[in-house]
């Protein structure tokens, strides 16, 4: 998963970085969490290739909204793929039916080929939905957003105690990866190379463990009851409301295509 | 590892939703607030490791470090894992939405399985039996987790058998490596930091 941070990229973007706007920033986070899960659940109903064309289009139309980066995006989805792709080679040949052509005495089929189609597409629409409507979401107002919906408040300490220490611990990580290095340290098949990593990890985990002591002592200073207070209160304005109802109107589409196209 | 949106049969999908769900409410009954910023900061860790690539011959594989969150977090692995799953689905785009679940259940129910069973014999003992025990435990999450992988293709359907099979045979290489990191962070936390172990000797959450 690293090869998804390009040089200088942090992890994931704290308080305060740059925000992705366009139409999709301005939203209420509540709205593109409920719109992103509703979607999904829509999309991984649908079986009609039609049907899911039309959500793959809904998909692009929104990551277009959200004015994402187009690159890098689709660069994060096609390495999804390079993880599904196996299992997707494997369907033609493992679903019997028409055949199309023959591999080895084993007959790859159509009903199989579609079976493919269908997963990916399902698979790409729905986690492109979920990058545009939820992740271009700054991480903590995903956090507060998660909280008004009444998620269990540890749960949501935990979210955003994860989401404020990934890039520190990353650095920690890259830093003492860099001292190895300068150590002359090459990572190969061997033992030496395991028991390295091995004692890195460990490391990595008993500082971040006194890192977590320092943490504690510092909140119980601070007089931490453990409540979240919100910095922002969420208001539905007018533009949440109709992105709502387009939304719902979309989805109802998706759901008539597959009925009328099976 | 991850399974997409799409793949997996209703049912499957249902049953790990509501299987997750339990697990973590499990996990967040043993987090008090004192436990939390220790457990969220284990939390971001698991994330960076999983950032790490670790080669094997030509190839090279990413940590997963599920039997070690099982080790130091005991059920509280459960919602740290889950929260390190949601934050790659949105931000990076691994995995999927709906089978969110299934997922968490494929990487946390090993995890949890392996620290209550080995977690006093990890910490008890000389640091290289633990050490051992807790590759035993790194391998055996592996495993574990490659099952139940296997286990919620296979039962979506028989089409996923071959691919189900791939699966499991793919990760042997990564279970002997995961043994073998989990062993060896062991072993150093075991001599930096015993007094870790202590406490995960007397509460075992």
Known sequence: ?262 | MHIVDGALSNTVVIAGAVAAAGGIAMGLRSLTLERIPTAGVLSASFFVASLIYVPVGPSSVHLIMNGLAGILLGWAAFPALFVGLVLQAIFFGFGGLTVLGVNTVNIALPAVLVGLMLRRLVASGTPTAGAIWAGIGGALAIALTTGVVAISLAASGDEFIPAAKLVFFAHIPVMVIEGLLTGFAILLARKVKPELFETAKGANA
């Open chain 1, 1 to 262: 998963m690293a090869h998804v941070l390009e040089q200088g990229d942090t992890t994931l973007t704290e308080t305060g970085a740059a925000q992705v706007s366009g139409l999709i920033g301005s939203l209420d986070p509540r709205v593109r969490i409920l719109a992103a899960i509703g979607f999904g659940i829509v999309v991984v109903g649908l079986s009609s290739l039609t049907a899911l064309g039309a959500a793959m289009v809904l998909s692009a139309a929104l990551l277009w909204a959200s004015r994402l980066p187009l690159g890098p995006t689709l660069k994060r989805m096609a390495m999804m793929d390079g993880f599904i792709i196996f299992m997707l080679v494997l369907l033609p040949f493992s679903i019997p039916g028409d055949p199309i052509f023959t591999l080895w005495g084993v007959a790859a089929s159509w009903q199989g080929l579609w079976r493919a189609v269908e997963i990916a597409l399902t698979a790409n629409a729905v986690i492109l939905a979920l990058m545009t409507l939820v992740g271009t979401m700054e991480p903590v107002t995903l956090g507060h957003a998660l909280y008004k919906m009444r998620v269990p408040e540890i749960l949501v300490h935990l979210l955003m105690f994860t989401i404020r220490y990934i890039e520190v611990l990353r650095e920690e990580y890259l830093r003492l990866r860099g001292a190895m290095k300068v150590r002359g340290f090459r990572p190969g098949t061997n033992w030496h190379t395991y028991r390295s990593f091995g004692y890195l990890v460990g490391m990595m985990l008993v500082r971040a463990i006194e890192r977590s002591e320092r943490i504690l002592g510092a909140m119980k200073c601070r007089g931490f009851s453990g409540r979240i207070y919100l910095l922002q209160n969420f208001v539905l304005t007018a533009a949440d409301r109709r992105f709502s109802v387009l939304f719902v109107i979309a989805m109802g589409l998706l759901i008539c295509l597959e009925l009328v196209w099976r």
